[in-house]
């Protein structure tokens, strides 16, 4: 297909007519804005399991097939990426921390398996809302999924981290507040491409901050070494990501479960995202459902050997907008780097030896961010919160996300299970709106708001 084609002058659906070298660049364009955020994940787990968390390799390794196999269910028409999401950080911070039951007596290492088997199981979840949505309709899934019961869950999931992004934060002030405040300049002041790759730079600047400080003899300030280079040194050039199968328990099942809430509005978001940047209406044509089912089955596919979630990622949209080609083939390509870096372990090593520091600085932002999306989804929806049902919904989802600390533990004949904190919200916010009457939130009467929590049929309006 030409320029003609598409229908929208300057657009270029077919990159084939720039030639192969253009082609490999653009690539490496998405490559270079899904990289920072992606990899970001492994080293925020890794932070919470001491060291024995998720590998980056395998994150990249799954980053590139998921994105693949998304491609391949969405019949090669959509042009989106699927790196890590942030929205299960917070699963894999409680999994870390549980001690009850079977888990009392496990190492960090012991327990990711169980927190992967639950992702594994939340990805299964996109296929029950695919097949729903083909054969309900949308619009009645949503209601019970409205924004007085989403934008609280949200919320709750960026404020339960807060307290590792300053536990990380101030192993070295300096160097935290270098990764956040270039994050924030090239967020606000970035021209380009630099705009749309804001965390890639944080890492980069700050980690070239402290790789000054590391040679100039400086330490952190309770005399550890900045940045420690012992894995770099040992790791190979050239080796298998480690992959490991992963195991299922209705404990860590129900912390992870849960957050598909989320990771499902976000996806739909997502593909109104991209459907208005492109000009074609992709949850009409390939459909909501497949998209759906791709973004969960590269999901489950990811955790059962060992990988984070996928979800499909806002930078690479910015780079279709900023680029004007609009050929999924081009994101296919990012796709095999990802694959090809995974068999890498000496760069893995390279970003493994990022100090605490910097990963709390962007912390800072990437948590806040996450309740504030939380929050905008609820202004721009309108919630009325003078209405007491809407207080009360509210209400007993901040309270249950955020007071239950250690979570619910119960027994059910020898079995120990426990509901999370953001297990307790998420069932209480659905139920309360369910059960409680004058439930007044119909889809589609407010297109922005609706586009702003993800979940608009009419992208193009």
């Known amino acids: 297909m030409n320029n003609s084609q598409t229908g929208n002058p300057g657009v270029i659906s077919d990159a084939r007519q720039l030639g192969v070298p253009k082609m490999l660049i653009l690539g490496l364009q998405h490559l270079f804005a899904m990289f920072g955020a992606t990899v970001l994940v492994p080293i925020l787990v890794n932070s919470y399991f001491h060291g024995e968390g998720l590998s980056i390799q395998v994150t990249l390794f799954f980053a590139g097939l998921g994105t693949l196999f998304f491609h391949l269910c969405s019949k090669m028409k959509v042009p989106a990426f699927l790196g890590s999401s942030f929205a299960f950080l917070g699963g894999f911070s409680t999994v870390a921390n549980l001690n009850t039951g079977k888990f009392a007596d496990m190492t960090y290492g012991e327990k990711l398996p169980y927190a992967c088997g639950g992702i594994v199981v939340a990805g299964l979840l996109y296929l029950v809302l695919a097949l729903v949505i083909r054969f309900v309709g949308v619009k009645r899934v949503m209601r019970f999924l409205p924004p007085v019961v989403t934008g609280p869950i949200i919320i709750c999931i960026g404020l339960s981290l807060a307290g590792s992004a300053i536990s990380n934060a101030q192993n070295n002030w300096f160097l935290a507040f270098i990764a956040l405040a270039v994050i924030i300049i090239f967020n606000i002041w970035g021209k380009g491409m630099f705009r749309i790759i804001p965390i890639l730079m944080g890492v980069v600047i700050s980690y070239a901050v402290a790789m000054a400080m590391h040679l100039a003899g400086l330490t952190n300030p309770d005399g550890s070494a900045i940045i420690d280079f012992t894995q770099v040194a040992s790791a190979s050039w050239v080796g298998l990501p480690d992959f490991f199968i992963c195991k299922f328990d209705i404990t860590a099942i129900l912390v992870m479960a849960p957050i598909a809430i989320a990771t499902m509005m976000e996806h739909i978001g997502d593909m109104s995202a991209i459907s208005a940047t492109v000009g074609k209406n992709f949850i009409e044509n390939p459909g909501l459902h497949r998209t759906l089912v791709g973004d969960g089955l590269a999901t489950s596919l990811s955790a059962f050997f060992g990988g984070p979630a996928n979800t499909t990622y806002g930078e690479n949209t910015g780079v279709l907008e900023l680029s004007h080609v609009h050929d999924p083939s081009v994101i296919r390509l990012a796709a095999v780097y990802a694959i090809v870096?995974?068999?890498?372990?000496?760069?893995?090593?390279?970003?493994?030896?990022?100090?605490a520091a910097i990963i709390g600085g962007?912390?800072?932002?990437?948590?806040?961010?996450?309740?504030?999306?939380g929050i905008r989804n609820i202004v721009e929806n309108r919630v009325d919160f003078t209405n007491s049902r809407n207080l009360i919904i509210a209400a007993v989802i901040l309270v249950s996300g955020l007071g239950f600390s250690d979570g619910l533990t119960f027994t059910v004949g020898a079995t120990s299970i426990t509901l999370t904190s953001l297990a307790i919200a998420s069932i209480a916010g659905i139920v309360l709106n369910a059960v409680l009457p004058g439930n007044d939130y119909e889809f589609g009467i407010n297109p922005k708001g609706d586009r702003s929590r993800g979940v608009s049929m009419d992208p193009n309006k």
Do not use: N
Not at 341 to 355: C, D, H, N, R
Not at 362 to 373: E, K, N, P, R, W
């Open 362 to 373: 962007i912390s800072f932002i990437l948590y806040g961010m996450i309740s504030a999306i």
């Open 341 to 355: 870096l995974s068999f890498v372990p000496k760069f893995a090593g390279v970003i493994s030896a990022l100090p």
